[in-house]
């Protein structure tokens, strides 16, 4: 049976599930202004289909049927789909089922009989929150499509000046650096910088300095003639010319060898070519980008890199953030991700959980934005349900940091350690208390009882410390 209410706003929906038909026709008519779509059940296997087959927001549960009782059916919804808000309803409320069906992952916990104006009043909290997250969602794509530069996505003020510099440079560079640390997308900003120039129309040749064995390098980055070495059996363009009238990318240019560094400089300078086993010189005409996850200023001063070839490619720099310094892009990022993979992987995903996304933002991301990009192909892989997880993450990332840090021989008692990690998790949730509680896996009265604790210690203790 549906039920559905006006479409002006996000629509929200829930999934009634109750062996009781009347009860399921009052639940029908009660929400009827609400502005949602209603389905009910009153087989619970089906009802639990209909719950995780369908984007689902809120489901409203009997926690007493013939067949199942409704915690196997939370515990089914909350494993598979942890963003749904389940509320139990049942007509023998009791304080310890109620803490116990908070603990095992309910939103909340109603006796019946309900009045009309308690039920709308409970279920209308959580349908404003499934619109919030629904608009946050929606305005997440919109923003992601606006903050998108040519395939690099980012709107944080480090990452606006370097799409700024990419802009201003790109129609007349000749020799750009690109520096940054390992996954800060350096090849993105090279193709984007392709993309802009006037050659864009032309090749975007890349070499890796770094993957090039040191005895095969001149002649992969120059070319070589038919006999100039046992096994050259025909003439081949080297990466210079194959980018003639285009891009060379180097990348990890600190990795060329001294030699190396020499051949290239007279190349960069004299803008020609010479193959191996010839003495004819090929004109080229290229722009070449190269990066580095290197400090090559140190490089040059333990004269380990040429300071001429540093002067010639770096007449321009580009430097890129850390992905611990460009915070206010992870939600971009993850949205980005998450798109990408669902489509790869054929998944019905929509987000990412509350959990999850705590985890994730406390990691430091010493990998950048190419180990986010990993972190969510694992995930999206591993997930069952529309969301992404906890357990569909890597095991490195959700690997709990200790408690304790070092040791704190303050520390007298298992109580006093509970204390101190609840308080650092409502210090991480800025104070929520449902959201710390769903962290910790308690009930929010069990949170409630800790707080209240921990309250009456800090006063006991400043007493006895103002004791004479």
């Known amino acids: 049976m549906v039920s559905q209410g006006s479409k002006a706003q996000p629509l929200v929906r829930i999934v009634a599930i109750d062996d009781d038909e009347e009860f399921l026709d009052f639940l029908t008519h009660a929400l009827s202004e609400t502005n949602v779509e209603i389905v009910t059940s009153a087989n619970p296997e089906e009802g639990l289909q209909l719950a995780l087959g369908v984007r689902t927001d809120i489901v409203l549960l009997d926690l007493k049927m013939p067949t199942c009782t409704g915690f196997e059916i939370l515990d089914k919804i909350v494993r598979a789909n942890p963003t749904i808000n389940v509320i139990l309803l049942t007509g023998e409320y009791s304080t310890g089922s109620a803490v116990e069906a908070i603990q095992k992952g309910a939103a909340d916990y109603l006796n019946k009989p309900i009045s009309v104006d308690v039920l709308r009043h409970t279920v209308s909290k959580f349908v404003a929150s499934a619109r919030e997250r629904h608009v946050a969602s929606r305005l997440s794509h919109d923003l992601m499509e606006t903050f998108q530069f040519e395939g690099i996505v980012g709107w944080s003020p480090l990452m606006l000046e370097v799409f700024d510099r990419v802009r201003r440079v790109a129609p007349h560079f000749r020799n750009i650096l690109i520096s940054g640390d390992t996954g800060t997308g350096k090849e993105l900003v090279a193709r984007a910088l392709h993309r802009l120039s006037p050659v864009s129309s032309g090749p975007f040749v890349v070499c890796n300095c770094a993957a090039v064995v040191e005895t095969l390098f001149e002649s992969e980055l120059f070319g070589y003639v038919r006999g100039a070495f046992t096994g050259a059996v025909q003439d081949k363009k080297g990466y210079f010319e194959l980018a003639h009238h285009g891009t060379l990318f180097l990348d990890e240019i600190g990795d060329a060898s001294l030699g190396t560094q020499g051949k290239l400089l007279r190349v960069l300078q004299d803008h020609s070519v010479q193959r191996v086993g010839s003495s004819l010189l090929h004109e080229?005409?290229?722009?070449?980008?190269?990066?580095?996850?290197?400090?090559?200023?140190?490089?040059?001063?333990?004269?380990?890199f040429r300071e001429d070839l540093y002067y010639r490619i770096s007449t321009v720099e580009i430097k890129l953030p850390q992905l611990c310094r460009r915070r206010e892009d992870f939600p971009l990022l993850e949205r980005h991700f998450l798109e990408r993979f669902a489509a790869q992987y054929n998944k019905s995903l929509r987000g990412i959980t509350r959990k999850a996304q705590i985890l994730m933002a406390r990691h430091s991301w010493p990998g950048n934005v190419r180990e986010l990009e990993n972190v969510l192909a694992h995930a999206c892989m591993m997930a069952q349900g529309d969301a992404i997880d906890v357990p569909d993450l890597p095991e490195m990332l959700r690997i709990?940091?200790?408690?304790?840090?070092?040791?704190?021989?303050?520390?007298?008692?298992?109580?006093?350690?509970?204390?101190?990690?609840?308080?650092?998790?409502?210090?991480?949730?800025?104070?929520?208390?449902?959201?710390?509680?769903?962290?910790?896996?308690?009930?929010r009265t069990t949170l409630y009882r800790f707080l209240s604790e921990g309250q009456g210690i800090a006063e006991n203790e400043a007493k006895q410390q103002n004791t004479p």
């Open 284 to 304: 080229i005409d290229v722009r070449v980008v190269t990066a580095t996850n290197r400090d090559l200023r140190a490089m040059v001063a333990e004269k380990k």
């Open 400 to 443: 709990e940091p200790s408690i304790l840090g070092d040791w704190d021989p303050d520390l007298r008692s298992l109580e006093e350690v509970q204390r101190r990690h609840i308080q650092h998790v409502l210090k991480i949730v800025k104070d929520n208390k449902a959201q710390a509680a769903e962290i910790l896996g308690i009930g």
